[in-house]
């Protein structure tokens, strides 16, 4: 009976949209969480951003000890809609699965935590941050935590779930990669113009496939003092990536990939877990529609992320980024879309170990422990208040 009402739950919670990146469903679904939350004995409510909203709670169970639990309930847009088996707000449920935008990442995840403080009986004390905007970058998040610094106070905080791998073992991740991500615009006119006139404008595009050309080479990062800082891979970082019997050729597989970069597992491991990165997520110019139009476009953006690693600083690559991309054309725009530091937890910590043993007890199989997240989430604002 309590794992239906939990199912139940969890099915109203995937069926109110909460994308951030368009504001849809976002303060409704907050409001549903923060009345969840107070009805399981969660002191909860709303705290207001200058973007969407954070929920916030605290469970005092007159414990000497905190645990800060951080998640996100919002989701991504859903675009492309067609590619949808199912409406992505129905929450269906079929054959055993729940196809809903969110099932996993990460109201599933949120509701799994809620559930099991449902059913904890013991003292240690628990403070919820559930944020708004995870999926756009947390750019919010630092006005909630820096107003808040002393609320916030705890012995550790765990961040978003890595759930199961493969071979149906617990994943541990131990820290995260930073980002950088960017939206570098070019203009060259006030409207697109007929391409019989490219002898006599600036085409956008070109300059910016110059100014991508310049930024990376397909190799290496070209901005200044990108590579400068990073640290060293320690002994402990090591061991675990050793340990990660990730497949190949089925990880290949699950992303839909024609081929990877390396064919090697040790290489893949490195570079996916320890090496720095620039990728290009998405490009708009000119005309993209059905058949042919011929134009000289008057302006091209860009969305790029760079994710990074101990101890690059997010700030510092952003201003080398700006410097640099001004040298080539003084008058594109660059608009910072998202900072967030690179974090790395020692295997070795007392909540370190103490996820390692729990999940050894309760899966009875040795879990799988990694270093750090490919991907990134807001762990870099917590560690700065000093929490593990």
Known sequence: MENEKALKNLLDFLKHPSVSATGEGVRDTAL???DFM?????NAWIEETPGHPVVYGE??????KTLLVYNHYDVQPVDPLNEWKYDPFSATVKDNYIYARGASDNKGTLMARLMAFSRYKGKLNFKFVFEGEEEIGSINLHHFVDRNKDRLKADAVIMEGAGLDTKGRPMIVLGVKGLVYVEIRVRTGERDVHSSN??????PVWR????LNSIYDGEKVKIKGFYDEIEPISKDVEELLDKYDVDVEELRKSLGAYALKHKERKEVVKALFTEPTCNIDGIYSGYIGKGSKTIVPSHVYVKMDFRLVPKQDPKKIFNELVEHVKRIDPKVEIIDM??????????????ARAMISSAKEVYKVEPVVIPNSAGT??????YDLGLG
Request: hydrophobic content about 40%.
């Open 38 to 42: 107070r009805d399981l004995g969660i």
């Open 338 to 351: 998202g900072l967030e530091k690179p974090v790395r937890t020692s295997p070795k910590t007392k909540v």
């Open 32 to 34: 549903w969480l923060k």
């Open 198 to 203: 490219a002898p006599i404008v600036y085409n």
């Open 208 to 211: 910016l496939v110059e100014i």
């Open 59 to 64: 469970a005092n169970n007159g414990g000497d």
């Open 377 to 382: 989430q807001p762990m870099g604002i917590f």
